[in-house]
């Protein structure tokens, strides 16, 4: 008995340090941000506030730049999750089929990965923007089939969220290739040869045995992908800019940044009640996927 | 249905930049599985026993010579259209799937005039899970069976469509000794009842021996001898077949043959008549030593075990090839172990002479 306290004793003394350090630095903010989103006017230059309440969600929720953010954030989530799974399940299908080149090929994809975001944001201006002395490339080419050409960056709502959509797709792909590539890689090719003796279908090979097989890393990747999907904030503005509520391509991440440190900022309060409703939204969307999860995967 | 190999030979290309040239992993080929038999690849591991295998399932593709299933030339022909049932050495069984759905997964990939209804499925693989006996299994995912029963998985999944062939690639080997033997026995009982020619690979030569109908012992792609298990355990054609076949292994000594009688070492111990004068080696099977006191051959005892029905005698002798000779005697048998040898006379049909440079049989 006396030597279970002991060595349990022992385990905490161990685990003290790490206990420390995340709860200063994880756990505490955490808190801190909750009492914040309750704490009415709060000023962090004085330390007080006028009361608690839930004023400050109700502020939150009908701030038009808040709903616009909202709206926009949902919109890159349902489109840039699903669109960026399933192209690097094909792009990982495609690689996997190949021998020759495949290692250049997988270093070609992967490249956007380690390519810093903002360098990758001036690539797609110049892509995509109107200038003076040019239209830019897309619009080159959009003008050489007969379309009309399109402002992209400043122009109209839809395609400012399709080049957001586009940017999006681009820089989150590399990782999920790699990890479909490499899962596509691990499953056991007696599996194949099995189902090619019993004269089993490209198509039926790839829904009944390869998907299913790689189905966990597919569950890891969109659930990765939907809170990835929900922080975005760096992307926006490296295409559009600091002033994103102006260009209407903020997200909720901006929201809560410009609340504390834009032009307009200086509400730690409400940006803590931005925080924690886009909090609860991502913790509700994951729940939902391992409820999924566990009802769909292969296990084992 | 019959299996005809006709000179097939498989090469693969040389890995090894040292030596260029081709690997032939099946050197000339020329065999017949009469039709209902039960055949057993036998050999040491990188014999080519598994890519024949392969290449009779149609995973691989033959270099040259031909392959006939009856009368059919399926040389061409992909897997899938040779009506064959395949059974991996790790079972290949779907993970995700249960044990029905395994069994039933051949049957959903019919198209056109072969594809059945959804009970005639349903059916079939029941039929299937009831020859192996796995029928209270069919809800189970395959991880939650023994490894004797997910071969059992494996075999219905082979069977299920009623293949024309059935190949095992090394059955046995992913299951402990005691499964083993019921397995084997197993196996047997199936291929009896279903009259499927089978065509299995072992390394195992008590495996091979046990059930099979006919061996092939092969060795560096090249087949040794092919017969009857019991036939070719007597009547080897060469030191190779000789000294793969039967356990304890058989002795191996050098020996000259002078005049029509073999000696080893000073002692003349048998009469081998119509064989060239010159050295040989000699094979003697452990129960061809016949215990008595003024026997021809002698040797060094070293220890005795008992092992109730039968007494093993542990021996050495300079001219043997092996640290240890092992001769099987009948425990009624009395061996003085104070003497420090001990003498056998010799039964001629359990000693082979073969050629010492060619390996070949001469007596």
Redesign the interface.
């Known amino acids: 008995m006396e030597s279970t306290v002991k060595s349990n004793l022992k385990a905490w003394l161990y685990l003290l340090p790490a206990l420390l350090f995340l709860g200063a630095f994880m756990v505490y903010p955490l808190i801190d941000v909750f009492i914040y989103s309750f704490e009415e006017g709060y000023n962090s230059a004085s330390q007080t506030s006028f009361g608690t309440g839930i004023y400050n969600y109700s502020y939150v929720l009908h701030d038009p730049y808040f709903l616009q953010a909202l709206k926009n954030t949902l919109i890159l989530v349902a489109i840039t999750v699903p669109v960026s799974t399933i192209l690097s399940l094909l792009i990982s299908l495609g690689l996997n089929r190949i021998s020759k080149l495949k290692e250049l090929f997988q270093t070609i994809y992967f490249l956007p990965y380690v390519t810093n975001t903002l360098a990758v944001g001036l690539v797609f201006m110049i892509l995509f923007k109107k200038t003076a002395y040019t239209d830019g490339m897309i619009n080159f080419l959009i003008t050489a089939f007969g379309g009309k050409s399109v402002d992209f960056i400043e122009g109209p709502y839809w395609a400012k969220m399709m080049v957001l959509c586009i940017y999006t797709v681009w820089i989150v792909m590399p990782f999920k290739v790699l990890v479909l590539t490499s899962s596509l890689a691990s499953v056991?090719p007696?599996?194949y040869?099995?189902?090619?003796?019993?004269?089993?279908?490209n198509t039926?090979i790839f829904f009944?045995?390869t998907l299913?097989?790689i189905s966990p890393m597919i569950f890891y990747l969109v659930i990765t992908g939907f809170i990835g999907a929900f922080k975005a904030y760096s992307d926006a503005v490296a295409l559009f800019g600091t002033n994103l509520n102006v260009a209407e391509m903020n997200t909720i991440v901006g929201y809560v940044y410009d609340m504390l440190y834009g032009d307009s900022g200086g509400y730690p309060s409400y940006a803590s009640a931005a925080a924690i409703i886009l909090f609860s939204i991502v913790l509700t969307i994951t729940v939902i996927n391992l409820l999924v999860r566990n009802r769909g995967v292969?296990k084992? | 249905m019959k299996v005809v190999l006709k000179n097939l030979t498989k090469r693969f290309p040389s890995r090894d930049k040292n030596h260029p040239e081709d690997v032939i992993a099946v050197n000339n080929f020329d065999f017949t599985i009469e039709d209902g038999k039960l055949v057993g690849l036998l050999g040491p591991s990188g014999c080519g026993k598994s890519t024949t295998l392969n290449l009779i399932s149609g995973l691989e593709k033959p270099t040259a010579g031909q392959i006939f299933f009856g009368e059919d030339d399926v040389t061409k022909l992909p897997p899938e259209n040779r009506g064959i049932g395949l059974v991996f050495q790790n079972y290949a069984l779907y993970p995700h799937l249960t044990v029905r759905q395994n069994i039933l997964f051949p049957l959903q990939n019919l198209k056109g005039k072969d594809k059945m209804s959804k009970p005639d499925m349903e059916k079939a693989a029941l039929e299937a899970a009831k020859l192996v006996q796995i029928d209270s299994l069919m809800a189970r995912k395959p991880s939650e069976l023994s490894g004797g029963q997910q071969q059992r998985v494996a075999i219905a999944r082979a069977l299920v469509k009623m293949p024309r062939v059935l190949l095992l690639d090394e059955p046995l080997s992913n299951l402990d000794a005691r499964l083993r033997l019921q397995t084997r026995e197993e196996i047997r009982r199936i291929q009896k009842e279903t009259g499927i020619t089978t065509i299995f690979v072992t390394h195992d030569q008590e495996e091979a021996m046990s059930i099979c109908d006919e061996l092939v012992v092969m060795k560096d792609g090249v087949i040794h001898q092919i017969g009857a298990p019991q036939s070719v355990y007597d009547d080897p054609k060469n030191l190779f077949v000789a000294m793969f076949l039967g356990t304890p292994q058989i002795n191996v000594f050098d020996g000259v043959v002078k005049a029509g009688k073999l000696y080893i070492g000073e002692e003349a111990v048998l009469d081998v008549e119509g064989v060239r004068d010159g050295s040989v080696s000699v094979g003697i099977r452990p129960e061809g030593f016949k215990h008595d006191e003024n026997g021809a051959f002698t040797l060094k005892l070293e220890r005795i075990e008992v092992m109730g029905r039968d007494i093993s005698v542990i021996a050495h002798h300079d001219k043997c090839r092996q640290a240890d000779i092992r001769a099987i005697i009948s425990s009624e048998s009395n061996i003085d172990l104070g003497k420090g040898t001990v003498s056998f006379n010799l039964n001629p049909r359990k000693v082979f002479v073969f050629d010492d440079r060619t390996d070949e049989r001469l007596f």
Do not use: E, F, L, W
């Not at chain 1, 040869?193 to 004269?199: N, T």
């Open positions: 056991n007696i599996y040869s099995a189902a090619r003796v019993d004269g089993t279908s039926r009944r045995i299913p097989m292969v084992g």
